[in-house]
């Protein structure tokens, strides 16, 4: 008979579960901010070539680049459009 209380649990690499779909949280560093892309002015002549997938950015915009070091809580299909993405700034102590 063995009996064991208060078992630790197996050591190994962590589970790479999408965290996220369930309401999770992921942490991100910011890698670059930048304005957004200005409007470019066009010949009276030309059409726009641009499709309406690509959307000109709000003039009040701003455009980060972030680094998510666990890549695999991220959907495989965010580019997709069908996500909502909802930013929380915490500042670091320390």
Do not use: C, H
């Not at 560093?29 to 499709?51: F, I, K, S, Y």
């Amino acid at each position: 008979m063995e009996i064991v209380i208060g078992a630790t649990s197996w050591v190994g690499a962590p589970s790479k579960q999408a965290s996220a779909a369930g309401g999770g949280y992921i942490e991100a560093r910011v890698l670059n901010v930048r304005p957004p892309r200005r409007r470019q002015e066009r010949a009276p002549n030309q059409g726009d070539r641009r499709t309406k997938k690509n959307a000109v950015d709000p003039a009040s915009g701003r455009v980060m680049t972030l680094m998510i070091p666990e890549g695999y809580t991220i959907p495989r299909d965010i580019e997709s459009g069908n996500y909502r993405i909802f930013l929380r700034f915490v500042a670091q102590r320390g």
